[in-house]
């Protein structure tokens, strides 16, 4: 399966510290993308990259992506708590998206 | 602007009853139309999509059916309901090639009592 596996279930900051979210997953990818729920809701989408990217930049996001070890990772810099939500990754071959299980960010006040 | 719109938001349903869950997009034209389900802290379970009118792809054998009548609308149904059913339904859209970036609706929690 090219499931993607976020790391860690859960984590837990102090308002103004960096958040990092890791990903990975098996196969090979045609991009990679990110999304955002806060509770309750629906996802929303943060970022894509695509295979032959190896940084991607969104105000205070940077998702970077390493194909040789098949993953990802998510930096939210300077949290806020508002960024307090679930963070799933989904990856894709050459058909459909597969969510990983997410991680759940809470970014305490 | 595309907007997505679900409902109901919330249904409460008894076991063995029918389901019937909507989801229709404005602003787009031709989408690819996915349901999804979402049980309590966990991941997304793709159930079925269709890349246009009629067409359905399923990927998980269950007593759910999709249909989807017009080109901008997509309906989750069940003639019985189970336990095992309850959880949180999302509807989502994408255009071009499946693996573009989805946008989600706001979601339907489905208790079955």
């Known amino acids: 399966s090219q499931q993607g596996e976020e790391d860690p279930q859960a984590l837990s900051i102090q308002e103004g510290e960096n958040a990092t979210m890791n990903c990975s997953y098996k196969t090979s990818i045609n991009n990679l993308q990110w999304y955002r729920q806060n509770s309750g809701r629906g996802l929303v989408h943060l970022i894509l990259i695509r295979s032959n990217e190896r940084e991607k930049h969104s105000g205070r996001l940077r998702v970077t992506l390493d194909t040789s070890k098949k993953s990802s990772s998510l930096l939210i810099t300077a949290s806020r708590a508002a960024d307090t939500a679930s963070y799933f990754c989904?990856?894709?071959?050459?058909?459909?998206?597969?969510f990983g299980k997410g991680t759940k960010l809470t970014v305490n006040p | 602007s595309q907007t997505i719109h679900q409902w109901p938001a919330t249904l409460v349903q008894p076991v063995g009853s029918p389901l019937s869950l909507e989801c229709t997009v404005e602003?787009?034209?031709?989408?690819?139309l996915y349901w999804y389900r979402q049980a309590a802290g966990r991941g997304l379970q793709l159930l079925f999509y269709s890349v246009g009118i009629g067409q359905i792809s399923s990927e998980v054998p269950q007593n759910l059916s999709a249909s989807r009548p017009q080109d901008r609308q997509f309906i989750l149904s069940s003639k019985k309901l189970l336990l095992s059913d309850s959880g949180f339904y999302l509807c989502?859209?994408?255009?071009?090639?499946?693996?573009?970036?989805?946008?989600f609706g706001p979601g339907t929690r489905l208790t079955v009592l």
């Open positions: 989904a990856t894709t071959g050459s058909e459909k998206l597969v």
């Open positions: 989502a859209w994408s255009g071009g090639l499946l693996y573009n970036e989805q946008f």
């Open positions: 602003g787009t034209s031709n989408p690819n």
